[in-house]
């Protein structure tokens, strides 16, 4: 049993628990001001939803959170004979160009409870909600908008991620970043197939 | 106001090559991870919450 499983309820992140809880630090400040003052408003503009896990015996206390909105990796123009090619392996009438995923916006953990394995179980969590039987859409990916900093990438790394493009600077000509423009995020992915349920 | 989470762009030539032959190699290895602890984990989880 981890601590999230013993010790953690498990919930959305509504406008009612931002302004019951204490204030979340996760000792990052972009994410600690998307939490504190974009998340809500996120949720309302039905761009992404937010969830918490707060602790059992002190509810005012959010230990992690994260924020989730439906997204898809596209592939696309690809010539007929090499398109027929590389979806051989997906079976009949599964074919696709557009693969279904959950992106996730936000992700953090309270300062006062990191190096407890919290960010593992977390993203163990995550993972088997998505292949879970009763998912009501089907997810094949998880993709993260990862800070381009060294601690985040790592804990994506060492949870299964990989980087969406090898080459920064390729990243930056898709998602229309200047070259001389610093590269904030990374786009990182992974997939939920080699996972048995 | 925080970073704005980037939309994930539509994948062309090599990058998309590269990201459908990997996900042509994973599919190969469908379900080899076990992960039925995990998974057991987070139904635990999720009928604490009441959301299963």
């Known amino acids: 049993m981890g601590f999230l499983n013993e010790y953690c309820t498990f919930k959305p992140f509504s406008l009612e628990l931002l302004s019951s809880c204490r204030q979340f630090d996760c000792e990052h400040v972009d994410l600690n001001e998307f939490f504190a003052n974009d998340c809500i408003n996120y949720s309302g503009e039905l761009l992404g939803k937010t969830y918490c896990f707060s602790l059992d015996e002190n509810p005012d206390i959010a230990i992690c959170l994260f924020t989730i909105s439906n997204d898809s990796i596209k592939t696309g123009l690809l010539p007929n004979s090499r398109k027929n090619k590389i979806n051989r392996p997906i079976p009949n009438g599964k074919r696709m160009h557009s693969y279904p995923a959950v992106l996730i916006g936000r992700l953090g953990v309270n300062k006062d409870f990191k190096r407890k394995g919290i960010g593992k179980e977390l993203m163990d969590f995550i993972k088997s909600w998505f292949i879970d039987s009763g998912n009501k859409t089907g997810c094949r990916f998880l993709v993260v908008d990862s800070y381009n900093e060294q601690e985040p990438l790592s804990y994506y790394l060492k949870n299964g991620f990989e980087y969406l493009f090898d080459n920064k600077e390729d990243e930056k000509s898709y998602t229309g970043i200047k070259t001389e423009e610093p590269l904030h995020t990374r786009l990182m992915y992974f997939d939920l197939i080699i996972l048995k349920k | ?52």
């Open chain 2, 1 to 52: 106001m925080a970073i704005a989470i980037k939309s994930i762009p539509i994948l062309y030539g090599d990058n998309a090559k590269k990201f459908v032959d990997k996900a042509n190699a994973a599919y190969a290895v469908k379900s080899t991870i076990d992960f039925s602890k995990q998974i057991e984990s987070a139904n635990s989880i999720l009928e604490k919450a009441k959301m299963k």
